[in-house]
C-alpha cells in the first residue's frame, strides 16, 4: 500500500523573506541617490529662474520709474524694493523664496503671500531667500552691468542648496557658483565649513564676488 507524501507547505521561508527584503532595500538605496540628485537639480534650476525675473524686474523697474538709479537700500530690502513698488506682489512674492529653503513670506496679519513684507521697518530674513547689494559698503557707480552682483541665494542657517550658489547679475542674467567645481577645490580645502554650511554672503565670504552683499 502506498503512502501519499505530504503535501508541501506553501508560503515563504524566513531566509527567503529576508533575502526578499535586502534586495528591495539594496534596490531603494540605489534609487535614493539619483533621485535626490534630480530633485535638487530642478530646485537649483527654479531658484535660478526666479532670480533671474527679480533681475529683469529690477532693471526695468530702475529704467522705466526711477531714472536710471538703483534702490538706495540694502540687502533684502535692496531685492525688496520691488514689492514695496509694486513690481513683485501677490503670488509672484513667490519669487523671493528659494524652493532649497523652508522660508516663507505670508506671515502679515490677512497671510497672504508676500503680507510679511508690510512692516519695512522690521523685515524678517527668514522671509526672502536671497541677499541683496550692499549699497552702504559697496554703492554700485556704474561698469559693466553684465560682472555687477546685486543679488545671491542668501544660504542664511543652511545653505539654500547642497553645493551651488545662485547669482544674479545687474543685467538681469544669473550664474552659479560650485563649491564642488575643481576650479573651487583649493577654497573648499581651506574653509571645509563651507561643505556643510554653504558660503557665508557678505563681507566673510571667501568668494570675492559675493562680499558684497548683505543677507540682513
Not at 510679511?116 to 554703492?139: F, H, K, V
Not at 567645481?181 to 564676488?209: K, Q, R, W
Request: overall charge negative; proline content about 6%; charged content about 25%.
Amino acid at each position: 500500500m502506498r503512502r501519499a507524501r505530504p503535501a508541501r507547505r506553501a508560503g515563504f521561508s524566513l531566509i527567503e523573506i529576508l533575502v526578499v527584503i535586502t534586495i528591495i532595500g539594496l534596490l531603494i538605496t540605489l534609487a535614493v541617490g539619483p533621485v535626490t540628485n534630480a530633485m535638487e537639480a530642478g530646485k537649483v534650476t527654479t531658484c535660478r529662474k526666479q532670480l533671474a525675473d527679480l533681475g529683469v524686474a529690477m532693471k526695468a523697474w530702475k529704467e522705466q520709474r526711477n531714472k536710471g538709479r538703483w534702490p538706495k537700500e540694502s540687502g533684502m530690502r535692496f531685492l525688496l524694493t520691488l514689492h514695496r513698488t509694486g513690481e513683485v506682489s501677490g503670488r509672484n512674492c513667490q519669487k523671493f523664496l528659494c524652493p532649497g529653503t523652508s522660508d516663507a513670506n505670508d506671515g502679515g496679519p490677512d497671510g497672504e503671500v508676500g503680507s510679511s513684507y508690510a512692516d519695512w521697518e522690521n523685515l524678517d530674513s527668514a522671509t526672502i531667500s536671497y541677499a541683496g547689494r550692499d549699497q552702504e559698503a559697496y554703492p554700485i557707480k556704474g561698469g559693466d552691468e553684465s560682472l555687477i552682483v546685486i543679488g545671491a541665494d542668501d544660504n542664511e542657517g543652511r545653505p539654500n542648496h547642497r553645493f551651488i550658489t545662485n547669482i544674479l547679475y545687474a543685467d538681469g542674467s544669473t550664474g552659479s557658483f560650485d563649491i564642488k567645481s575643481e576650479s573651487s577645490l583649493s577654497l573648499l580645502a581651506e574653509y571645509p565649513d563651507i561643505e556643510v554650511t554653504g558660503l557665508p554672503i557678505g563681507p566673510d565670504c571667501p568668494y570675492e564676488p559675493l562680499q558684497v552683499l548683505r543677507a540682513d
